[in-house]
């Protein structure tokens, strides 16, 4: 019976998480798994339950913030999906090039959070200015308002968000870490919209 193997989803099942997060344990090398000469992921149950009983602290190691950023990512491609932006009052305001320059825009703002974790915050404000300066700067030079720059910003902070969100509660993230993860992510992005607002009455001050 310890030697029966398990598909991905039947693995989850044991272990009482979602696929993904067993996708995404296997992947880093933290959970035992074998591969199909087809690709498939197969698992024994008696490595599983043996590593159930002996890993926390790397199933710990698996929830860390880095360690599912990767789903985040693609979360966020999804969110802002061209058919998203097209409802957006601001987006319609602009040409294909600009279109183009923010639907990147996530990579800058995705990035950003990805060093203010990875440091704890001390690259915090550096980090906020910059991207904050950017989004300002980018606002400016395709003739949008103060208040369309800001929408513009807080389109992509909501859908980092709710892929956050979506991803922790999938891999049924225990609700403190979810929740200090929500707070580092409001605490960030709030620096940087405060950036975005200073960045451009100043650069809107220098060309008058």
Known sequence: MTDEWLSLSEAANLLGVHPSTV???SDKGILPVH??????RRYRRGEILLWADSTSKSKEEALAPEGMMQEVVKNVRMHISE????EESWYQKLDEDARVQYRMSARSLFQGLMTYVATKG????????????????RARRYNLS?????????FFRDALVESV?????E?????RRATEMYTQIHTFTDDILISLLETYR???????
């Open 171 to 175: 891999a049924n993230v225990p609700a």
């Open 146 to 154: 103060y208040v369309d720059a800001a929408k513009a910003f807080l």
């Open 35 to 40: 591969k199909t000469q087809g690709g498939h």
């Open 202 to 208: 100043k650069l809107e001050t220098a060309n008058h």
């Open 83 to 86: 058919g998203r932006l097209q």
């Open 122 to 137: 001390r690259e915090a404000e550096s980090e906020a200015y910059a991207i904050g300066y950017e989004y300002a700067s």
């Open 165 to 169: 969100i979506k991803v922790y509660n």
């Open 23 to 25: 996708r995404l344990w």
